[in-house]
């Protein structure tokens, strides 16, 4: 019997964007006021995830709490720019020194804001931390700068969760923290309970995994502490609306979550480039929540008796019925 | 015999890039007078292909003259900015008409700028042009529309070429141009002499061709009108340095513009997000001395009598003795 | 308002499989009679393709025909062995044109048995005409006997249809009629009115095609002679259960071609290498069935409005509507 | 200074195929003392990778050693064909555990004729292991199984050691051991010292891996207990001739195994379905002399240098003139 569900965004989600196209961005800039006000408008949608440093550097956290009050939102996690310019060739694996110790002092700065909001953790998506060309680095070094700068927030705030949000790439053509796997490597290297990953549907789709996998897996090493949701056509992170694209496999993947007794935020992770953010937004939501009646309808223990056989059609008819008949 | 050939590079080459996550840019914003002077640095580069409106709307026409004279180079292409936010629903394909008028007036206003300059063509590269998501848009629309807007141009300015630059997608996550194969498909409908393809070797090879066969195919229809270089990883358009993950693949593109007796600029295509634009364009050029050298050594009959069989053995050992004994 | 749809599928669906690992097979090997004994067992199912030269060389078209007449069968195509040892470097292509000769006889002994059962086409699927390594052919060459060899064909034979099943790559690395748009251009240049495509959605997919917007595009050259379905995970053939990964572009598919009032059957082309034939068979069907009452049920009306303004999530919501609802 | 290096190859590179399509095979085919008469006319080979059990019930172990003997051959591992019809739901997570405890027995007696010939390894290559459709297995229980009939085997023998070919897939849609990062800790769970990796260069290519980064990954767990190298474009496991498309990063592979002092044998995994066997192991072996000495040429000095600062044009420059002047 499923329990209301809660759903929540990254602010990103109603900000306008550029890429190395359009640079004069897909709408006028918005401001973190304005995104905050944008998500109220989404239909149940109760928390989101922040950027940090705000953009305007004037805007102080008393603002932003007022905004999310009126609009009914919590912050479930803190996500520090470890991504822009002064990072662009790494955060963690930056080859200067001095930039790695900005990284480490902008994310515990970062820290701070998830005390203050009392947030469920700091969100690590190291994007520039990785290479571009063959020979451009000493692969055992990077690495390991990827493992202890990681390792040194989660020793230096041992209140807090940090979450890791693996990607195979972009922007750097190689991220280190590429997949799943990968990833829990690290988290065991350093083996420190406050590390975890923050497990984005997009970013294993286009990675060659089976979300539903790598949920199990991350579970399996007890280190699944988020998750988002979006779409994509499987060799990019477009960032498309959940459900749009996959809806067997998002069907799976909160089928292994239900299953596991796993229970959080269902976020979403989506970049409307060209569409209404808030509509595009109500569309996913709409969609998680047929999820949702699905599982409540669906047969877990015939499930569980088709996977024993490795039955594909059984299971594929299974799955079909509970999440078609719950439009 | 080899003449001396010729190289060329996107004046972008020498820009600073954002994109949608470093979005304060991976270095200070340089203006078109300065990406100039640093193309007037590179070893050998006399050609360039320049971005139109130029991003100061003060600079005119005189000074980037000047600018480029200083620096013994001359413009081979113009290419319209139709990929920015105006037209981020698509330049010839939006849905709204009076967008698709603006385009139609930008692009003759770039044209008349080939004019000025004695440029080769217009360069079109409708980047915007395409859709996201299944059901978006009727597929028979849209590509009347591309194929319209071009065809539009081509009889409005029957003095000038115009070059379609295929891509399969990004920022657009479906291209209508996509490959040469389908823009050969709308240059044949639109029945004009002065359309052709400046195949990019970078978006072929992502695009799962091989760039040789597209090259070759191009000819073959009379529509190879430029073409330029770069290298990625096969699943994105890195515009990484030509050379530097696909040598083998690279030489056998030029081989087939060698053997068809194409002469034209060797043009770059990269974005040098975090190197020396100077230095990567060198790393380029010199590469591509290389295979020139190789070309000049490459024994052809052999090479004709090893294909006329299929045998990949020998055809492979005598590409690999002439370009890497042409170092 | 929609008529009873004829389903039908490739009679090696019901085959066993061998591939470069399981040499000894998937199951002991069936003989073609089995298999359409097989296919009879399927709901629905009225029409087969089937291979040509039969396994078993004293099978006869008199034993193949009551087979399928006690099935309820008919045959809607053939298709020439013109992939295996003899052809391994090619059947147009081949460097040894007594190989060639051999792929048309064979290929017009195949057109004898089309009008033998009252069949629709002859279908070419050239799976070995290709390359695999750079350098090894030339292009221009090649892609001309890819050419040539249909148009002759089809001058042999004007009395029938010709179908190309393209398709990226597999048996050879590159095949050279390798998507919709390349093989357009084929078939313009062969000018004949008997060639046309027989469009496979998983080789649309996994080429990196909206197969919405190949079917549209072969619909609009009228070249669209046939079609079959299946899914995979856009990376390779995988030849799965059809709508078990893709539903909705597999939904917008079907909607293109009842859009242009395309009637023919809806095939199945899948490998059910591991999973039983009928039961693989029956839930392909049971799927296109709830696809065709979503077509019913379909608003078009609004769609086209939703397209006309490229609103993707307007689209995307009538067409889950239309398609979960009709479960 | 670089030592002799011994060259290798699975005796399968010496076979004729069949793959789904050329189902009567891609030549006649070959016993396993033909093969191995062939291996014995490539140049510079001296050890091979057999697959048990022989395809020829009757052969016996002392007529293979003689074949071998006759050839200047030594065996490096044992392959059991864990992957064939018995096993096509799976050797160590087949649904019945009749079929798992055959999988065990086979490879046990793998284990013998390694002991029997010497040889350094038993090779496992699960290609069978994972799933094909979404929601099919348990990916819990899947993936313990995997774990555990690995772990088995490697305490049943400690005196052997096991290694682990990892692949992303085929002929399974998704492989369980289907990277490096998985496959390490599928290893670190099992905690025995006998059971390493076995890393496939273009395993590691096609899974989006850099094989560089995969080798070095290994060796910090202390797990690369062999290797063979092949090329692809990327997208499928093609086991084409190494070096004929990706030479810059089979060097970079290269230069991270003497980096680390890593010594054993350079084997290849290529399958020449339609080139002449010998022909094509002498390619690849001429090509990675070509590698050895431009080992032996690079800077590494300067080299190092380059990755410190993660300076990609210094560090392609050093490579490209070290290998492309050692042909």
């Known amino acids: 019997m499923s329990t209301k569900q809660k759903f929540g965004a990254g602010i990103w989600h109603f900000a306008t964007y550029v890429d190395r196209y359009a640079t004069d961005g897909y709408g006028p800039p918005r401001s973190l006021i304005e995104m905050i006000d944008l998500a109220g408008q989404v239909n149940d949608l109760t928390v989101v995830d922040i950027n940090y440093p705000f953009s305007d550097p004037t805007l102080t956290l008393d603002e932003v709490e007022a ?27 930056n080859p200067d020194p001095g930039v790695r110790k900005l990284a480490n002092e902008l994310i515990n700065k970062a820290a701070d804001v998830v005390r203050r909001f009392g947030a469920s953790y700091v969100k690590l ?41 693996y990607k195979p790439r972009e922007p750097r053509v190689h991220m280190s923290y590429d997949g799943v796997a990968r990833t829990l490597l690290g988290i065991e290297k350093i083996g420190l309970p406050n590390v975890g990953i923050l497990l984005d549907f997009g970013h ?9 996998d790598a949920a199990q897996l991350a579970i399996d090493y007890g280190r699944l502490f988020g998750m988002d949701v979006n779409d994509n056509f499987r060799s990019w992170d477009d960032d498309l609306i959940a459900g749009s694209v996959h809806p067997i496999e998002l069907f799976e993947f909160f089928y292994t979550l239900r299953k596991n007794n796993w229970e959080g935020v269902w976020q979403l992770d989506q970049f409307p480039f060209r569409e209404n953010a808030v509509a595009a937004a109500n569309s996913a939501i709409d969609f998680l929540k047929q999820v949702e009646r699905g599982l409540d309808k669906l047969d877990f223990e015939a499930m569980r008796a088709a996977q024993k056989k490795h039955d594909a059609v059984t299971a594929l008819k ?3 019925e509970a999440l078609y008949s719950s439009h």
């Open 67 to 93: 905004a999310l009050k009126r609009n009914k939102l919590s912050v479930i996690g803190i996500t520090p720019e470890i991504y822009n310019r002064q990072f662009a060739k790494g955060a963690f694996t």
């Open 125 to 165: 998506w190291p994007g520039q931390d990785g290479w571009d060309y063959p020979f451009q680095v000493d692969h055992q070094e990077l690495w390991k700068a990827s493992v202890d700068g990681v390792g040194q927030l989660a020793s230096e705030n041992p209140d807090l969760k940090f979450v890791i949000e």
């Open 318 to 320: 299974l799955a079909q």
């Open 204 to 212: 294993a789709l286009y990675g060659g995994e089976s979300p539903a």
